[in-house]
């Protein structure tokens, strides 16, 4: 387990080839119209640069210069940025990212960007077990995925209980009371009226 002293990740993104975003999570606060504009001036950064360059460089205007960096790894129609601290191991930070698209690929079997649109509060949670308040929190993917299994576990077993009411509807549909009514013997109503009026 590693642990920091300080914030070391001031934001995480993740954007697809167009720039728009799939995830995205900030440990320093921005308003949403801060927000847009990093995601936007990160994503024209990294999106220029060539495939058979360095993975890292300087942290844009926005972010905070030089005193940052953008830390990155392209994924088929994803980018996967992570701004660091300038003082920060950019080969750590590559390693963590390969990390977490490993545990989604596990997670997901072969993780792609309609995973992280449908299932965004399950990425929040895996990002979590990564990194929380822009600390390193993990990188062991043996003790993520156990984090990961123990949570299912849990969602499973609630889903049990709450899955109980409708499990109980479902019985009464299949049922089939329609027809049981239909089937019932009653009296011929005609003839019920006609006892009654003697």
Do not use: W
Request: hydrophobic share 40%; proline share 3%.
């Amino acid at each position: 387990l590693i642990h920091f002293a300080k914030r070391m990740i001031k934001a995480i993104l993740i954007f697809n080839n167009h720039g728009r975003p799939r995830l995205n999570k900030f440990y320093q606060y921005y308003n949403e119209s801060q927000q847009q504009q990093i995601i936007k001036e990160t994503f024209q950064l990294v999106s220029k640069r060539d495939d058979n360059v360095c993975n890292f460089l300087e942290g844009g205007s926005l972010i905070g210069g030089s005193d940052y960096k953008l830390i990155y790894r392209h994924y088929a129609t994803l980018y996967f940025v992570f701004c660091v601290d300038s003082s920060e191991s950019e080969l750590g930070i590559l390693d963590l990212i390969q990390v977490f698209v490993e545990t989604l690929d596990k997670c997901f079997e072969n993780v792609c960007e309609l995973d992280l649109i449908f299932h965004m509060e399950k990425v929040h949670y895996i990002l979590n077990e990564l990194v929380m308040g822009g600390m390193v929190l993990e990188t062991n993917m043996t003790e993520i995925m156990t984090r990961i299994e123990e949570q299912n576990k849990i969602e499973k077993e609630e889903a049990g209980f709450s899955a109980a009411p409708t499990r109980a509807i479902s019985s009464i549909k299949n049922m089939n009371i329609p027809q049981q009514i239909k089937d019932m013997k009653l009296p011929d109503l005609p003839q019920a009226i006609k006892d009654l009026k003697m």
